[in-house]
């Protein structure tokens, strides 16, 4: 057990539709980062926060959009959904510095139907 | 762009005998490497990493070595055993990246009884 815990495990949904996955880190951990992975890829890095502050992007589509609240858990939002958005969304923590390595979730599997 | 590759999508050992997996990267300014392993239905799990000025980092039954002149580095996992069987991943990040984990596309490596 990794300590980052995300919900729904699953979810499936229409296009055109909006969804939230939520994200919780490891006790401890300040910074908060998702990826995502669609079938046959590699896991694409989407954005990363640290301590409620926005600290990188990466690949993030204009309609998607994340936070980090004060407790720090993180929230990934991902509206007017195509089919081409499933995928496995994965969050991870990590105490902060450059090269900490990361802790993951097991991952939101995302299906738009 | 893939900075980050492995060419290889399968491979499969006999128990007992060595798993070599490799990796490739195109961006110089990376300077920290990490393995992670993922079983289905969980998310990645860090394994093993190793800073740029090193050539080779030991953990048990695996091993990580760098090349940096040629932009590669390998994972060796001796003895290999059943339980190793899971996709691996290659990650890179540079302090230019600010947290930004670069992953390979993954290898999936079967140790067979």
């Known amino acids: 057990d990794s300590g980052v815990t995300q919900t729904p495990k699953h979810l499936i949904t229409a296009t055109g539709q909006r969804v939230t996955l939520r994200c919780s880190p490891r006790s401890g951990d300040l910074s908060v980062y998702w990826y995502q992975q669609s079938l046959d890829q590699g896991l694409q890095f989407l954005i990363q926060y640290y301590n409620g502050e926005e600290r990188a992007k990466g690949n993030i589509l204009e309609r998607f959009s994340a936070q980090q609240f004060p407790d720090l858990h993180s929230e990934l939002n991902l509206s007017s959904l195509e089919l081409g958005d499933s995928a496995l969304y994965f969050c991870?923590?990590?105490?902060?510095?450059?090269?900490?390595?990361?802790?993951f979730g097991n991952g939101t599997r995302l299906t738009v139907t | 762009d893939q900075q980050v590759k492995q060419n290889s999508p399968s491979l499969s050992v006999q128990e007992g005998r060595i798993s070599i997996l490799n990796c490739d990267y195109t961006?110089?300014?990376?300077?920290?490497f990490l393995w992670y392993k993922k079983y289905p239905a969980e998310g990645p799990t860090f394994l093993i990493s190793i800073s740029s000025i090193k050539d080779k980092n030991e953990d048990g039954r695996f091993t990580v070595f760098l090349n940096k002149s040629a932009k590669h580095l390998s994972l060796h996992i001796v003895p290999s055993q059943p339980g190793d069987s899971a996709v691996y991943f290659c990650?890179?990040?540079?302090?230019?990246?600010?947290?930004?984990?670069?992953f390979g596309q993954g290898t999936t490596l079967q140790v067979k009884p």
């Open positions: 990650a890179a990040i540079g302090s230019s990246n600010t947290g930004k984990l670069i």
């Open positions: 991870a923590s990590s105490v902060g510095g450059n090269y900490s390595p990361l802790h």
């Open positions: 961006n110089s300014m990376f300077d920290y």
